[in-house]
């Protein structure tokens, strides 16, 4: 008599299918366990390693100014609370953050746009030359920003864009990262969708818009998050082309804390502390999105 087969999987030791995963034979329960509580403890241990400088800063900022270059360090808050009403009187805050706020969405939005664009041509379409123009784009990254400072405010004088929004948006509303990214996961797209696509008479930007854009959302979104959070960090490049308050980001606002008396540090701080909350909110509630972006971008880039 022929046994059924969960019968004859039991007789020879093995659980059926769409069972419990078990560990390997041999393999102590007690090792397996040990192994995980020390990848948890290690990943706490380097969480608290990352978080050591914003606890650091957030304890200047409510310490008085005589006690912060004091030995040995003192690492327990003096609560002072009022250094962050005097550093957010010293200046115009909310101007800073409706520019930096402004800048950073326009140039993600450019930057998301061409990303998209430059990544269909690139992966997609074929042209002659199409290798040897993403490699050139590709060796953009080996060229150090701040060598070309010079040169670009030059070009930037001429254009008339110093002192201007566009000086900060236009620049970086291209990112060579994006085009790469995008370009992999086009690569990666059976080109049987794009060919049904066009016997059916759909054009180029239809099947960009309807088929391409959906399938690289996730790598647009970590373009997004990644372009935000350079832009909001901005500091080297508006401190050199923009000299108006009225159009200085958050990170340019913060050199007002020093001055030809000195640094105050205490103030400055503050004001790190309240100009890092946003970033660090939209970085929290995006957390899950960016992780799951990232991972579908190395496994394309792969």
């Not at 007690?30 to 241990?45: M, V």
């Not at 409510?62 to 009022?82: C, K």
Request: net charge positive.
């Amino acid at each position: 008599m022929t046994l059924p087969l969960s019968a004859r999987a039991s007789s020879r030791g093995h659980k059926p299918r769409g069972g419990a995963p078990h560990r390997a034979s041999g393999e102590p329960v007690g090792s397996w366990r040990g192994w995980s509580w020390t990848r948890r403890l290690l990943a706490l241990l380097l969480a608290l390693l990352f978080l050591v400088p914003f606890y650091w800063v957030f304890v200047i900022s409510v310490q008085q100014g005589t006690s912060i270059s004091s030995w040995p360090l003192n690492l327990v808050p003096q609560w002072h609370w009022e250094n962050y009403s005097r550093a957010w009187d010293l200046d115009t805050w909310p101007r800073y953050f409706l520019n930096t706020v402004f800048v950073a969405a326009c140039t993600v939005l450019l930057c998301l746009v061409t990303s998209v664009l430059a990544g269909f041509a690139f992966g997609v379409l074929r042209f002659p030359g199409r290798k040897v123009l993403m490699g050139l784009i590709l060796s953009v990254l080996m060229v150090p920003t701040v060598t070309l400072i010079v040169p670009d405010y030059v070009i930037a004088n001429q254009l008339h864009l110093l002192n201007t929004y566009w000086i900060q948006i236009l620049p970086f509303g291209s990112s060579v990262f994006g085009i790469f990214l995008v370009r992999q996961f086009f690569l990666t797209m059976p080109q049987e969708i794009m060919e049904a696509a066009t016997v059916d008479g759909a054009g180029r930007l239809r099947i960009l818009w309807h088929i391409g854009v959906p399938a690289v959302r996730p790598a647009l979104l970590l373009i997004g998050i990644n372009v935000f959070v350079a832009s909001w960090n901005a500091f080297l490049w508006p401190q050199v082309m923009v000299n108006d308050p009225n159009l200085q980001p958050i990170e340019v606002g913060l050199s007002a804390f020093t001055t030809d008396n000195g640094t105050d540090w205490s103030a400055m701080s503050a004001a790190v502390c309240f100009t890092t909350v946003p970033i660090m909110l939209v970085f929290l509630l995006l957390q899950r999105q960016f992780i799951r972006g990232a991972m579908t971008a190395a496994g394309s880039v792969k």
